[in-house]
């Protein structure tokens, strides 16, 4: 999950001065300005695509010409979300000195919203990775977190998967919902921690719930269209069903779990039938 400028609040930092954000119509950025906001929309199109080498170019303009004009806050926005580009090309090491560079920087005044933002993409990538350090950056992340900081769901959920790969399926039970309940309109959270939950479910062999979970994942997933996503959920699904005895309908949810694994890795020729 990238960020914008709009959800983290900071669009109006980009303007001169208060009056930008009153009801009088605001006055035009600088030129470097406009151009960086552009290329930024621009970048998210392309991780929309699943298009990450066009994506890291223009995250990477975009931050030159926000450090150009010393805007603090889309230059810390622009290093996270060019962090999360590399980590998605395999770059981890990029990844997290552009994430320490925000984090870890004492002399920039940068938002304590963008440093908690960074804190919790690199426990992303540390607990992607399965790196010992995972968990004090985790913990790290959630002291940067306070109040009604956006990270809160995501960090239940970081703290859920790290619970799943020690198979303590109670406690993600716990941390998922406690996921669930803070999501509030995050639906890649919410669709997350019903997937945590039904994946314990299943290990507990509680599988009318697990069912339950898969299917509202699924239904969330569609939503945001995440494809690697939809094709895990289909095939939770499938399992659940083939251990409640509806043979049938789990055959019917496993082949469309194939269908959507497959179009994942579709090459040039591939004929998208079965």
């Known amino acids: ?28 950025p600088p030129a470097a300005l406009e151009r960086a906001n552009a290329a930024d929309k621009e970048a998210h199109r392309a991780m929309r695509d699943g298009d990450l080498a066009v994506a890291r170019n223009l995250f990477e303009l975009t931050l030159r010409l926000q450090q150009s004009q010393d805007n603090l806050p889309g ?102 919902k406690d996921a669930a309940d803070a999501a509030g309109d995050h639906k890649d959270e919410l669709a997350n921690a019903k997937r945590y939950a039904a994946t314990a479910e299943a290990a507990l062999g509680q599988h009318n719930q697990a069912l339950e979970h898969y299917l509202a994942a699924l239904e969330l997933d569609k939503q945001l269209g995440i494809g690697g996503r939809i094709a895990e959920d289909l095939d939770g699904v499938a399992k659940a069903l083939a251990q409640l005895g509806r043979k049938d309908e789990s055959a019917a949810y496993a082949h469309r779990a194939a269908a959507a694994h497959d179009a994942l890795h579709y090459q040039p020729g591939d004929v998208p039938v079965s």
Do not use: Q, W
Not at 1 to 13: E, F, H, N, Q, Y
Not at 91 to 108: H, Q, Y
């Open 1 to 28: 999950m990238t960020i914008s400028l709009k959800r983290t609040g900071l669009l109006c930092a980009l303007l001169a001065g208060l009056a930008a954000c009153s009801s009088a119509p605001p006055p035009r």
């Open 75 to 176: 230059v810390a926005t622009a290093a996270i979300n060019l962090a999360v580009v590399y980590h998605r090309l395999g770059n981890d090491d990029l990844a997290l000195r552009l994430l320490d560079a925000i984090f870890n920087d004492t002399l920039t005044p940068y938002p304590a919203e963008l440093r908690a933002a960074a804190a919790f993409r690199k426990a992303v990538i540390l607990v992607d990775s399965g790196n010992k350090e995972a968990a004090a950056a985790l913990e790290n992340a959630a002291k940067s977190c306070s109040g009604s900081c956006e990270f809160v769901p995501g960090i239940h959920n970081l703290r859920a998967r790290m619970a799943l790969g020690k198979g303590d399926y109670a406690a993600v039970r716990k941390l998922s």
